[in-house]
């Protein structure tokens, strides 16, 4: 009878030999339901999860398996593995008397029947008891694979390919969802347990203890099992392990997108900045809790290739909203926009880095209203030159700037820098000017290499390749200029101090921001190889508790350029085509003597407020603001309700709808209902400025008033 079984199965196998795989074809055709992404140099960033119709891990080699688990397997499920050649004949009468008596056996079946099983489709899709036929199948492709194949490869083969439980499928996966490790580190009990798991893959917790417990005996000799009932209820608990973990979880999200499952990517990141922007960013993070801040984000680009160094997306644990990525979350620019609005004014040769612009109180129409910018610490500085302005990050000179280029001439250069603005530019105003747009970290970052990379702008990437070609943005002049101010420790003493955290030993340009109730920070910056940005704040916009541009992003952002700039130096780019170098000096001691960058035909040695020019570029109305209203309160005495007109500058006077009403920089004028046009004009009667006020209220009563006053 063996004899007619062998020369049965012998034919069975010519013909499923041919449909048959090899060992390397069987494991390349492997496929987790996790995808890898990895650094540029083969480092794993991150595990995610990308096939949710199976739990399969990574193929695990024999020799990375604990000899533990491997014992365990053989006992239970062959026991003369390593003797037979596919089929145990010395089983098959037993189990085929066991079969007639209906008795519980551990059947004839052989490690390398059931991975013939594994690899025959026909036999993975049937349903139900296997019939004679089939076990015959199984047995001539046992028979044909123990002639192939060696066998380390079939119980390599069978322990990647074998159910256990549910949805998980191969060593790898069973290691990391049950016992929280890896193959190679499995003890005894939780070896007996797998090899319980693949006799009976959905039984209870109590009768799979029971069955590695037997298992634990037959490997080792007798056992306390005592304590395999609480490691196989814990296991069996612990139903999945988490399908995303490393150290770029929001960076993998992205990657991942449109890779078939399984695969393994290899992206641009380098794993040690990732690693040391995240731990940079928590730390600092920590320290501004009792601040009301609990989210960041890091973004780290090469300035030639525009690669992504680093994607930190959040705060982790520290933060409410883990899941949210910062990078890619719009928010508020602050102050970090200003930069390609003086990029914008010297291009189109409205200003240099040397022109004066007034910091004082102003008060702009629009078509919603008046709009009244501060600055960061509510105090004027007067007259400052754009250098100063920029540098300083002050807002009431930058708004001067936007009305002379026009926000939609601004919103044009942050498009064409890289910037997706929402609206058109006069949709924002004049605000664009201190960055009510929203943009991400991901953008302003880009927007700030096309800067470094004097006004050419390329797409970032983070998986490997040539780099997309990148377009003329900006002026590369003036590009290089605000470049020079944002490096410029003596340009933002105004505000910051010579010695703040943006002055770093090697050469940087740097811009902070914050945006409207401090709701964001920001420090965005490059050097010579790299461009930075950092982002703190609260993904829920919860308003932060005193924090300044230099103490939210700016010293992380200091920390990370130092890290990579640890080995490499950064110096100063070379001025481009189209410029000159001039020695200034400012009248009236406005500013320091300094050397200075020009755009080609647009410098000047002597920057000068001329007496009168200057005097009357210097008078304006502090109050009232143009398109005021007012109204009348006929139950307060009218000599209360007088209205307080203030000016800047000197030798003055003011005039109401064409009367002369007083002299000098301050004045009170007693209103009366209708529209009025209060002027400001010189001592020669020259106009300077006009404020149109409309007054309601109280009519009669103060009609008799006006007057008795006149």
Same mark, same amino acid.
């Given at each position: 009878?063996?004899?007619?079984?062998?020369?049965?199965?012998?034919?069975?196998?010519i013909?499923?030999?041919?449909?048959?795989? @090899?060992?390397?074809?069987?494991?390349?055709?492997?496929r987790?339901?996790?995808?890898?992404?990895?650094?540029?140099?083969?480092?794993?960033?991150?595990?995610?999860?990308?096939d949710?119709?199976?739990?399969?891990?990574?193929w695990?080699?024999?020799?990375?398996?604990?000899?533990?688990?491997?014992?365990?397997?053989?006992?239970s499920?062959?026991?003369?593995? $390593?003797?037979?050649?596919?089929?145990?004949?010395? =089983?098959?009468?037993?189990? =085929?008397?066991?079969?007639?008596?209906?008795?519980?056996?551990?059947?004839?079946?052989?490690?390398?029947?059931?991975?013939?099983?594994?690899?025959?489709?026909?036999?993975?899709?049937?349903?139900?008891p296997?019939?004679?036929?089939?076990?015959?199948?199984?047995?001539?492709?046992?028979?044909?694979?123990?002639?192939? $194949?060696?066998?380390?490869?079939?119980?390599?083969?069978?322990?990647?390919?074998?159910?256990?439980?549910?949805?998980?499928?191969g060593?790898?996966?069973?290691?990391?969802?049950?016992?929280?490790?890896?193959?190679?580190?499995?003890?005894?009990?939780?070896?007996?347990i797998?090899?319980?798991?693949?006799?009976?893959?959905?039984?209870?917790?109590?009768?799979?203890?029971?069955?590695?417990?037997?298992?634990?005996?037959?490997?080792g000799?007798?056992? *306390?099992?005592?304590?395999?009932?609480?490691?196989?209820?814990?296991?069996?608990?612990?139903?999945?392990?988490?399908?995303?973990? &490393?150290?770029?979880?929001?960076?993998?999200?992205?990657?991942?997108?449109?890779?078939?499952p399984?695969?393994?990517?290899?992206?641009?990141?380098?794993?040690?900045?990732?690693?040391?922007?995240?731990?940079?960013?928590?730390?600092?993070?920590?320290?501004?809790? @009792?601040?009301?801040?609990?989210?960041?984000?890091?973004?780290?680009?090469?300035?030639?290739?525009?690669?992504?160094?680093?994607?930190?997306?959040?705060?982790?644990?520290?933060?409410?909203?883990?899941?949210?990525?910062?990078?890619?979350?719009?928010?508020?620019?602050?102050?970090?926009?200003?930069?390609?609005?003086?990029?914008?004014?010297?291009?189109?040769r409205?200003?240099?880095?040397?022109?004066?612009?007034?910091?004082?109180?102003?008060?702009?129409?629009t078509?919603?209203?008046?709009?009244i910018?501060?600055?960061?610490?509510?105090?004027?500085? &007067?007259?400052?030159?754009?250098?100063?302005?920029?540098?300083?990050?002050?807002?009431?000179?930058?708004?001067?700037?936007?009305?002379?280029?026009t926000?939609?001439?601004?919103?044009?250069?942050l498009?064409?820098?890289?910037?997706?603005?929402?609206?058109?530019?006069?949709?924002?105003?004049?605000?664009?000017? #201190?960055?009510?747009?929203?943009v991400?970290?991901?953008?302003? =970052?880009?927007?700030?290499?096309?800067?470094?990379?004097?006004?050419?702008?390329?797409?970032?990437?983070?998986?490997?390749?040539?780099?997309?070609?990148?377009?003329?943005?900006?002026?590369?002049?003036?590009?290089?200029?605000?470049?020079?101010?944002?490096?410029?420790?003596?340009?933002?003493a105004?505000?910051?101090?010579?010695?703040?955290?943006?002055?770093?030993?090697?050469?940087?340009?740097?811009?902070?921001?914050?945006?409207?109730?401090?709701?964001?920070?920001?420090?965005?910056? $490059?050097?010579?190889?790299?461009?930075?940005?950092?982002?703190?704040?609260?993904? @829920?916009?919860?308003?932060?508790?005193?924090?300044?541009?230099?103490?939210?992003?700016?010293?992380v952002?200091?920390?990370?350029m130092?890290?990579?700039?640890?080995?490499?130096?950064?110096?100063?780019?070379?001025?481009?085509?189209?410029?000159?170098?001039?020695?200034?000096r400012?009248?009236?001691?406005?500013e320091?003597?300094? *050397?200075? $960058?020009?755009?080609?035909?647009?410098?000047?040695?002597?920057?000068?407020?001329?007496?009168?020019?200057?005097?009357?570029a210097?008078?304006?109305?502090?109050?009232?603001?143009?398109?005021?209203?007012?109204?009348?309160?006929?139950?307060?005495?009218?000599?209360?309700?007088?209205?307080? #007109? @203030?000016?800047?500058?000197?030798?003055?006077?003011?005039?109401?709808? &064409?009367?002369?009403?007083?002299?000098?920089?301050t004045?009170?004028?007693?209103?009366?209902?209708?529209?009025?046009?209060?002027?400001?004009?010189?001592?020669?009667?020259?106009?300077?400025?006009?404020?149109?006020?409309?007054?309601?209220?109280?009519?009669?009563?103060?009609?008799?008033?006006?007057?008795?006053g006149?």
């Open positions: 009878m063996r004899r007619v079984l062998a020369a049965i199965l012998c034919a069975c196998a013909t499923l030999a041919q449909a048959t795989p @090899s060992f390397d074809e069987v494991r390349n055709a492997w987790s339901s996790e995808t890898l992404v990895l650094d540029r140099d083969g480092e794993t960033l991150q595990r995610v999860r990308t949710a119709s199976v739990r399969r891990g990574g695990v080699a024999l020799a990375d398996m604990s000899p533990a688990l491997l014992a365990a397997i053989v006992y499920e062959d026991r003369r593995f $390593w003797e037979h050649s596919g089929i145990d004949w010395r =089983a098959v009468p037993a189990a =085929a008397w066991a079969n007639l008596w209906n008795r519980r056996t551990r059947g004839a079946s052989t490690l390398t029947m059931q991975l013939a099983g594994l690899l025959d489709e026909d036999v993975k899709r049937s349903r139900g296997r019939g004679l036929g089939t076990k015959l199948e199984q047995a001539a492709l046992a028979a044909w694979l123990e002639t192939r $194949w060696r066998k380390e490869q079939i119980l390599e083969a069978y322990l990647n390919l074998v159910s256990f439980r549910g949805e998980i499928v060593i790898d996966a069973l290691s990391r969802t049950l016992f929280g490790k890896a193959p190679h580190g499995l003890d005894a009990e939780e070896g007996a797998a090899a319980a798991l693949v006799r009976a893959p959905n039984a209870s917790a109590v009768q799979v203890a029971k069955r590695a417990c037997a298992v634990l005996r037959d490997a000799g007798a056992r *306390d099992c005592a304590s395999i009932d609480l490691v196989t209820a814990s296991a069996l608990r612990a139903s999945s392990y988490p399908g995303s973990a &490393g150290i770029a979880p929001h960076f993998a999200r992205v990657a991942v997108r449109g890779q078939p399984g695969a393994r990517i290899r992206t641009t990141l380098r794993a040690d900045v990732q690693r040391f922007a995240t731990e940079s960013l928590r730390r600092h993070l920590r320290e501004l809790r @009792s601040r009301n801040v609990e989210d960041g984000a890091v973004l780290v680009l090469d300035n030639a290739s525009g690669d992504v160094l680093a994607w930190v997306g959040s705060s982790g644990d520290l933060s409410d909203a883990p899941e949210v990525d910062a990078v890619t979350a719009p928010r508020q620019a602050g102050s970090t926009l200003k930069p390609f609005l003086y990029a914008q004014a010297f291009a189109e409205r200003l240099t880095a040397a022109s004066l612009l007034h910091d004082s109180p102003a008060s702009i129409p078509a919603s209203g008046l709009y910018p501060e600055n960061y610490d509510h105090h004027f500085k &007067g007259w400052v030159s754009v250098r100063t302005a920029l540098g300083a990050s002050l807002n009431v000179p930058a708004v001067r700037a936007l009305v002379m280029v926000p939609e001439s601004m919103a044009r250069a498009r064409a820098s890289g910037l997706a603005l929402k609206q058109s530019g006069e949709y924002y105003g004049y605000s664009l000017a #201190l960055g009510s747009a929203e991400s970290l991901l953008g302003l =970052a880009n927007a700030y290499r096309t800067l470094a990379n004097q006004g050419r702008m390329g797409a970032v990437k983070w998986l490997p390749g040539r780099p997309a070609p990148a377009v003329a943005a900006l002026d590369p002049a003036a590009a290089f200029i605000v470049g020079d101010i944002l490096s410029d420790p003596n340009a933002r105004r505000t910051f101090g010579t010695d703040s955290l943006l002055a770093t030993r090697f050469w940087t340009a740097v811009k902070t921001g914050t945006s409207k109730d401090m709701r964001d920070n920001w420090a965005v910056g $490059w050097s010579e190889r790299y461009t930075v940005g950092v982002w703190v704040g609260n993904a @829920s916009g919860e308003p932060m508790h005193d924090v300044s541009g230099t103490s939210g992003a700016a010293p952002w200091a920390e990370v130092r890290y990579l700039h640890a080995r490499t130096p950064s110096r100063a780019p070379a001025a481009p085509p189209g410029l000159e170098r001039t020695r200034i400012f009248t009236d001691n406005v320091a003597s300094r *050397d200075e $960058w020009f755009i080609a035909g647009t410098g000047q040695p002597v920057i000068a407020l001329q007496d009168e020019s200057a005097m009357a210097a008078r304006r109305i502090r109050t009232p603001a143009d398109g005021t209203i007012i109204a009348l309160d006929p139950d307060i005495p009218p000599a209360r309700q007088r209205l307080a #007109l @203030s000016a800047t500058g000197a030798r003055v006077r003011w005039r109401v709808d &064409g009367r002369e009403i007083a002299r000098g920089t004045a009170a004028w007693m209103p009366w209902p209708g529209r009025h046009a209060i002027e400001l004009v010189d001592e020669g009667g020259a106009l300077i400025e006009t404020a149109h006020v409309e007054v309601r209220g109280a009519g009669l009563k103060q009609q008799r008033v006006r007057h008795k006149s």
